[in-house]
T-cell receptor, first 116, second 111 residues
């Protein structure tokens, strides 16, 4: 069955350019998450969606970062005026409705962003 | 202070060894606990949930100590294929859709 799909898998961009990263969650999953993982580091929470709304966007590092989700499905993470410190793997995850205590998060394979 | 802290390792062990990792969490109101596994350049995948009474899945045993705010993962009879980074994950009672990840403990199992 289809898992969480992210595109592009790799993106190299010049400093100062805007980038858009896309996430297609597992069909029927209502919760969607964006995380960032720098080389050798753990996962840094960015934002969480329940349906189309974002009850928690506390992890977005600056106002250059924004995310939206439409139709309760696809989500786009946009980084404006990219900086070299934005280079990382951006991971998207989704989890099914019900949201019980032991809800599992299913991850996509990530987008590796390199800002040069 | 980080929500979740782990020893980064690496833990280098021979095949067949028993190895244990601990993870501490800062929020006493944390509700749910997990171990995820991440292979090099791959996405994290759920290894096992951690239940209050402790739980076992084959060679893997997870324990929770709420009083001391730590969880542990024990791997018996290590296999080469167990080589990976093990991520400790905690969710708060206020929002069990918010997963806090530790930075991971790297395990290398050698022949």
């Amino acid at each position: 069955g289809a898992g969480v799909s992210q595109s592009p898998s790799n993106k190299v961009t010049e400093k100062g350019k805007d980038v858009e990263l896309r996430c297609d969650p597992i069909s029927g999953h209502t919760a969607l998450y964006w995380y960032r993982q720098s080389l050798g580091q753990g996962l840094e929470f960015l934002i969480y969606f329940q349906g189309n709304s974002a009850p928690d966007k506390s992890g977005l590092p600056s106002d250059r970062f924004s995310a939206e989700r439409t139709g309760g499905s696809v989500s786009t993470l946009t980084i404006q005026r990219t900086q070299q410190e934005d280079s990382a793997v951006y991971l998207c995850a989704s989890s099914p409705p019900g949201g019980g205590m032991n809800t599992e998060a299913f991850f996509g394979q990530g987008t590796r962003l390199t800002v040069v | 202070r980080k929500e979740v802290e782990q020893d980064p390792g690496p833990f280098n062990v021979p095949e067949g060894a028993t190895v244990a990792f601990n993870c501490t969490y800062s929020n006493s109101a944390s509700q749910s606990f997990f171990w995820y596994r991440q292979d090099c350049r791959k996405e994290p995948k759920l290894l096992m949930s951690v239940y209050s009474s402790g739980n076992e899945d084959g060679r893997f045993t997870a324990q929770l100590n709420r009083a001391s705010q730590y969880i542990s993962l024990l791997i018996r009879d290590s296999k080469l294929s167990d080589s990976a980074t093990y991520l400790c994950v905690v969710t708060p009672r206020s929002n069990f859709n918010k997963f806090y990840f530790g930075s991971g403990t790297k395990l290398n199992v050698k022949p």
